[in-house]
């Protein structure tokens, strides 16, 4: 049973070109998360999607930044027009269902974003 | 509303015990620990829920208290796996998304 599959491991951009990031969950799960983690700091929450939706953006930078996951295929973060500052790595955690209960997130191995 | 751990490091020989405590200001309903290695991802360790049990496997154990929204995780007899930093998760302004502590970082020295 694979886990959370991400892609690409390793991303370098220049200044001003656009990062793609994908997440594939584990299977059986509907629910996906993106966190960004700077080095020595904790994961901080970005956004949570379902299929075709997005049901809380609220971590997530109102410019450049934007995330999908359609109802085929990964769920893919996108940056556009990067700045150095955006590194990082990106990581992503699915999870079954979440509501009382909250079910546990499985993290994938995550995309270090490095800009040049 | 991001969750303080306590303490932020701390340094302990093979066979010690640790108690790493998270606090949080507003009211919880669950809080999830996790571990992750250096340029790893994070490991899911356990969940505690409102009005459940301490849970625990192996020689890590955590207990919640709800009154003074507050979990602790309690590692005996440290083993050099343990190695790594642990942060504790809460619930977000959604029902799904996590809010994660900084972070504490243990280190077991042989």
């Known amino acids: 049973n694979a886990g959370v599959m991400q892609n690409p491991r390793h991303l370098v951009r220049r200044r001003g070109q656009e990062a793609r990031l994908r997440c594939s969950p584990m299977k059986g799960h509907s629910h996906v998360y993106w966190y960004r983690q700077l080095p020595e700091e904790g994961l901080k929450f970005m956004v949570y999607?379902?299929?075709?939706?997005?049901?809380?953006e609220s971590g997530m930078p109102k410019e450049r930044f934007s995330a999908e996951f359609p109802k085929e295929g990964p769920s893919i973060l996108r940056i556009q027009q990067v700045v150095r500052g955006d590194s990082a790595a990106y990581f992503c955690?699915?999870?079954?269902?979440?509501?009382?209960?909250?079910?546990?997130?499985?993290f994938g191995p995550g995309t270090r974003l490095t800009v040049l | 509303q991001q969750p303080v751990q306590s303490p932020q490091a701390v340094i302990l020989r093979e066979g010690e015990d640790a108690v790493i405590n998270c606090s949080s200001s507003k009211a919880l309903y669950s809080v999830h620990w996790y571990r992750q290695k250096h340029g790893e991802a994070p490991v899911f360790l356990m969940i505690?829920?409102?009005?459940?049990e301490q849970k625990g496997h192996e020689k890590i154990s955590a207990s919640f208290n709800e009154k003074k929204q507050q979990s602790s995780l309690y590692l005996t007899a440290s083993q050099l796996s343990y190695s790594g930093t642990y942060f504790c998760?809460?619930?977000?302004?959604?029902?799904?998304?996590?809010?994660f502590g900084k972070g504490t970082k243990l280190s077991v020295k042989p």
């Open positions: 999607l379902q299929k075709e939706n997005i049901i809380d």
């Open positions: 505690l829920l409102k009005g459940g």
């Open positions: 998760g809460t619930e977000g302004g959604s029902q799904g998304n996590l809010i």
């Open positions: 955690a699915s999870s079954r269902n979440p509501g009382p209960g909250l079910h546990e997130q499985f």
